[in-house]
């Protein structure tokens, strides 16, 4: 997806004391005689109780809750929720339902809650979902998951579209579904041909999309946003964010993300008992993060047996003065054990010109990062006579040269063990908080969809669930601040060194101050917008 650019102009609607609100398209934009309906909500038995179940439509979230007292109100996103009046009759709504990208805890809990949401709440019976398929029998049986999610042959995600490959779903079809990990429609990554995308939800006469995924995907949704927009048509383009990795900007956490932390516990618990089970042990543990640390921020901190936890966000060194095998040498001497949890994307600087294949990318536009299998496994084996499960090559690199720090200086012999628990915290169901959290997401598009609004993305903004533009979501990713209190709370609790310079900490604050929308922002808003109504 990294090629797509829809050209999207944000809805900025301004108010007294600095108030400005980044608003979400509405159906009525460019369809402006639309015609309105009742919610079927006010004749719910379930709604009867509610005092108050309709949102009003002044209604918004801000962006930020800590403010001082000459602060302007700033920015504010519109809260999620059923609205009084509805822009579909319920028997007139094709609704359709798409995954794209990686697997995650949760997709099939969203999906389940998409069609329950629409069928229940508002009496929806017409909905499909884009399921992925293979030119051949042989390769779906026979092929791992990985190779066929990225390999041509997969029809599904975005190419599911053009690919007609679709299944009904209903109430009773997607009942238990939650309870299984993965998704029931499957997923593949690229696939993205916006035109063909718009064709077919044309020719089908879908008037209602919902797409789950990660950064990329959104950017494919807004696209597909925009050219709908484009031919006018009375399609709701809805995206639920889907990253296990918690990399999106602006919402407070992605869904998966707090199963993704809790089944990492039993990684590095399996790292913890292996090191200190033999001699000068090293459990290393790889979790997912490949450009934001937080699943291995959050696990280490949850767990209290991390020592030393490397972040893609965070440089470090190796060798000299406060670097990681100096601290490496100290833990060992002093505990006789350590565990190491690094996120994917760490050290990549350290082994840029060894890893040619930085240069290469999946169908996502995501880098990639070799895994050299069982052939470096051997090799390992064989020169440092330490067990290992198969290693990606920046792991290889670190590993090696621990090694041989060590091997060279003749000061210890090391046992090393290495667990990557990658697939098997993707492929598992949702825990409890998170199937509460997929269900309120689910919902909150189901209404936004209905009440007519379009091109945005549901989410939690400090505790709220929120209706978020597409660029908003996709203009730049979220990342640890090592320069915040989070990260000196995992620092104070591994008593790990920083491992930043000076430079380092310099250009952590640039990012942290282009990361996190200031007061100057919200006054450049307020100066002038491509679209701009004073409330």
């Known amino acids: 997806m990294a090629g797509i650019k829809p050209e999207c102009t944000l809805k900025i609607v301004k108010g007294e004391f600095g108030y400005v609100l980044e608003d979400v398209p509405h159906l009525t934009d460019y369809l402006p005689d639309l015609p309105t309906y009742s919610n079927p909500l006010q004749d719910n038995p379930a709604y009867s109780v509610v005092k108050q179940y309709f949102v009003d439509h002044d209604d918004t979230v801000p962006k930020k809750v800590v403010v001082q007292k000459e602060s302007p109100r700033g920015i504010h996103f519109r809260r999620a929720g059923p609205r009084q009046r509805v822009y579909f009759e319920s028997d007139d709504v094709l609704a359709c339902i798409v995954t794209c990208g990686g697997l995650c805890p949760g997709l099939n809990t969203v999906i389940r809650e998409i069609v329950c949401g629409l069928s229940y709440m508002y009496g929806v019976n017409h909905i499909l979902g884009i399921e992925v398929r293979t030119n051949c029998c042989i390769t779906k049986c026979f092929l791992p998951w990985a190779d066929i999610l990225n390999s041509k042959e997969a029809y599904g995600g975005y190419r599911g579209f053009y690919a007609r490959n679709t299944i009904q779903l209903s109430p009773k079809s997607v009942n238990d579904i939650h309870k299984r990990g993965g998704t029931i429609l499957g997923t593949s990554r690229g696939g993205h041909d916006t035109s063909k995308i718009v064709d077919n939800i044309q020719d089908r006469g879908i008037n209602q999309v919902y797409i789950i995924g990660g950064d990329g995907t959104q950017k494919g949704a807004a696209a597909i946003f925009e050219e709908i927009r484009r031919r006018c048509l009375k399609v709701s383009v809805v995206g639920i964010p889907k990253t296990i990795d918690n990399d999106i900007a602006i919402i407070d956490k992605s869904f998966g993300f707090d199963t993704a932390v809790e089944e990492a516990q039993r990684a590095i618990n399996a790292a913890h008992v292996e090191a200190e089970s033999g001699e000068n042990g090293i459990g290393v543990v790889k979790l997912m993060g490949r450009y934001s640390g937080f699943i291995a921020m959050y696990a280490t901190l949850a767990s209290r047996d991390v020592d030393c936890c490397l972040i893609p966000e965070s440089p470090f060194y190796l060798e000299g003065k406060g670097g990681l095998f100096e601290y490496i040498e100290k833990t060992l001497k002093e505990n006789g054990h350590m565990v190491i949890v690094v996120a994917e994307g760490a050290g990549q600087d350290l082994i840029a010109e060894s890893m040619k294949s930085m240069e290469h990318e999946d169908a996502s536009g995501n880098k990639l990062l070799l895994d050299v299998g069982l052939w470096l496994s051997q090799r390992i084996k064989v020169r440092y006579k330490f067990k290992s499960r198969t290693l990606p090559i920046y792991l290889f ?117 282009l990361q996190k929308l200031t007061v100057d922002e919200t006054k450049s808003l307020g100066n002038g917008s491509p679209i701009e109504n004073a409330i």
């Open 397 to 513: 690199r670190i590993v090696h040269d621990v090694l041989d720090y060590f091997a060279r200086r003749q000061r210890m012999v090391i046992n090393l063990k290495y667990i990557d628990p990658t697939y098997m915290i993707r492929a598992i169901p949702s825990n409890a908080s998170d199937n509460v959290y997929c269900t309120l997401l689910a919902q909150s598009a189901v209404h936004g969809a209905m009440a007519g609004y379009t091109g945005f993305t549901v989410g939690l903004v400090n505790g709220r669930h929120t209706y978020i533009p597409f660029e908003r979501v996709t203009e730049q990713g979220n990342k640890v601040i090592i320069t915040d209190r989070m990260w000196a709370r995992l620092l104070s609790s591994t008593n790990q060194p920083s491992f930043l310079s000076s430079k380092d900490v310099e250009e952590a604050d640039s990012a942290d101050d």
